[in-house]
């Protein structure tokens, strides 16, 4: 007796588990606005205009970003849809118009979904080529 | 012996020289990724992950691939043999390492030290690394066939040690150069305890994060080190091709190979298999690698 009601309990369960899984809003969340420190949003882009490091940023960009973020930076990578929150439309105005500096702090500090890559990135030159080729994606 | 031992030192010094001098005048950074992953199908690369990385390693055997679609090429056979490793990195140029390979239980130590890395103004035109692990044969002692009647611990060990030369041609080119010494302190009475081994690998990339990969690593038969007149049934050259995928914590390889031991030194003193013998004598193999910095 007791076997089968807790056989008829977890069944309950796990149907009702599977049917809220479709009432649960499956939409992804709109970033909360970043703060960014005064260090960062003065900072200066040293490497920028340096055409040498157009084929360096596209590589790097391939290898580290362009998963969640799409070829073409509209967050459209093979693993966006797994983000809780949006990863942003680097062709954008609102985007194109922060400065490398803030862009700088987004990209290699990172918060919550997006990892810090100060480590995989440690070179200020590869993370200045990054920032460049994101230019790239301006409309 | 002596000779070549001379060789590796005076190029290691020679090179140590350069580079104390030239930091001296003006700092030249290192190329940038010579190699996407540490393990290049079954040798070490010149890459080590920066400081404070550790990284998860499962290199993979499948069984002969010439049974043929009854086991889909092998992968199906029994007869895999797998070993899952460790590393860590001490420092940028530093990193040591712990694996356990599931043929012989063998469990692995190992060190690696990038003495210098090839700049980008060629100030340094190669990366020289130094490469040493030692393996504890993990089978149990009272198995007879193996050890003999006379059980010793010190039996069970075997070492390796390899230095390796390499250089990142072009943007999509890069070649090793490697040359090596295998010790092991047990084997048969018709093999020798030691050997050494010389081989090239490489991966030539074709698009952001593909890449060709290849190695062939010879053992060499060296009489003035062999304790035996004539050689019976030495090792054969391990031959092995196959495709690289990185992302940013991750580097996948799938390969044709024909050395099942995984381990450098299984490799260089047992490997039987001949890859001009065709599918009797390849196997698939794959290796998966996962990073986390700390």
């Known amino acids: ?139 | 012996m002596k000779k070549f031992l001379i060789v590796i030192i005076s190029i290691i010094f020679a090179f140590n020289l350069a580079y104390t001098q030239e930091e001296e005048i003006k700092k030249d950074k290192a190329v940038r990724l010579p190699f996407n992953s540490g393990i290049l199908i079954d040798n070490q690369t010149c890459e080590i992950p920066t400081a404070k990385t550790l990284e998860m390693l499962i290199q993979h055997r499948f069984g002969k691939m010439d049974n043929g679609i009854k086991d889909i090429w092998g992968i199906y056979s029994p007869g895999a043999n797998i070993r899952i490793g460790f590393n860590y990195s001490i420092l940028d140029n530093l990193m040591i390492g712990y694996g356990l390979t599931g043929r012989k239980m063998q469990s692995d130590f190992q060190v690696k030290w990038n003495i210098v890395q090839q700049t980008r103004k060629n100030t340094i035109p190669v990366a020289v690394t130094l490469y040493g692990n030692m393996a504890i044969d993990g089978r149990e002692k009272e198995n007879e066939g193996i050890w003999g009647v006379n059980y010793k611990f010190s039996n069970r060990l075997s070492y390796f040690g390899q230095l390796i030369v390499g250089r990142k041609f072009t943007d999509w080119l890069s070649i090793q150069l490697t040359s090596s010494f295998t010790h092991y302190n047990l084997v048969d009475s018709i093999s020798d305890h030691d050997k050494i081994g010389i081989g090239i690998n490489g991966r030539a990339r074709f698009s952001p994060q593909s890449s060709l990969i290849f190695q062939y690593d010879v053992p060499l038969k060296i009489k003035k080190i062999s304790e035996h007149h004539e050689f019976i049934n030495p090792s054969k050259p391990n031959f092995a091709i196959g495709l690289e995928i990185s992302t940013s914590t991750h580097a996948f390889q799938i390969y044709i190979t024909t050395a099942d031991g995984i381990l450098a030194q299984e490799i260089y003193m047992f490997n039987r298999n001949d890859w001009t013998k065709g599918f009797s004598n390849l196997m698939f193999g794959f290796t998966i690698t996962r990073l986390w910095s700390f």
Not at chain 1, 105 to 112: A, N
């Open chain 1, 1 to 139: 007796m007791k076997k089968k009601s807790l056989l008829l309990i977890t069944t309950v369960v796990i149907t009702g588990l599977f049917l809220i899984s479709w009432m649960v809003p499956q939409e992804q969340k709109k970033p909360t606005p970043w703060e960014v420190p005064e260090k960062y949003k003065k900072m200066e882009n040293t490497y920028k205009d340096d055409a040498s490091l157009n084929k360096v940023g596209k590589m790097l960009y391939a290898k580290h970003c362009k998963s969640c973020h799409g070829n073409r930076g509209l967050g459209d990578g093979p693993m966006a849809k797994n983000l809780e929150t949006f990863s942003g439309n680097f062709s954008s105005e609102e985007f194109q118009n922060q400065s490398d500096g803030v862009l700088f702090y987004k990209s290699f500090i990172g918060r919550d979904e997006m990892p810090n890559y100060e480590k995989k990135i440690p070179d200020d030159e590869d993370r200045w080529a990054i920032i460049n080729f994101l230019r790239t994606f301006k409309k």
